[in-house]
């Protein structure tokens, strides 16, 4: 199947072009102009029982996703390295729960978070949300009958997610997924 690409994504200067980097507000409005095209976001196949998405061309040569999310899913706890990111719900509602506090990038396998530090927002149709580097969150649709949809973007394209589990305030890493691993 071709990559659909929104009008949106196209009238960018393409990154080979771009002298400067893509700053998260520009991803937040590209991710937000294209959650609310009809065309990009009906171009997606959804699954009743698991997580779909396709790739987009996200400006100034970030990587962009659009994801379908079925009632009761989720990502998992996890951050996207050195990338700055923002995502934009289309449909539905999701849950982001995330940490307020910039962890380590690396040298860790265990830490205990300090209880402060967590946060929680719902992000319906038309809302969307920026971050920075090593922003370590998880998303979900908790919505028990009602699929969700979302885009997503990322400055520099993902270099890598680092995978967490949690168990009350200890965030242990569990694995490392590469690109290859998901395209």
């Known amino acids: 199947m071709p990559t659909p690409l929104s009008t949106h994504a196209q009238a960018h200067t393409p990154a ?18 294209t959650a609310a095209d009809p065309a990009v976001v009906d171009s997606l196949p959804l699954d009743p029982q698991g997580r779909t998405w396709i790739r987009l061309e996200g400006p100034g040569g970030s990587e962009a996703w659009v994801i379908g999310w079925p009632p009761g899913t989720g990502t998992g706890w996890h951050d996207h390295a050195e990338s700055q990111g923002a995502f934009a719900t289309a449909r539905g509602r999701l849950t982001e729960r995330s940490l307020a506090v910039r962890l380590p990038s690396e040298g860790w396998r265990s830490l205990e978070l300090a209880p402060e530090v967590d946060r929680s927002r719902s992000l319906e149709a ?25 885009v997503h973007a990322y400055y520099p394209p993902l270099p890598l997610i680092r995978r967490f589990s949690r168990t009350g305030q200890v965030l242990t890493l569990e694995h490392v997924e590469r690109p290859e691993d998901w395209q």
């Open 16 to 33: 080979h072009a771009r002298a400067v980097p893509v700053t998260a507000a520009e991803l937040l409005d590209f991710a937000l102009r």
């Open 126 to 150: 038309g809302r969307g949300r920026a971050f920075g580097e090593h922003h370590v969150h998880e998303v979900l649709n908790e919505s028990p009958d009602e699929h969700a949809v979302s």
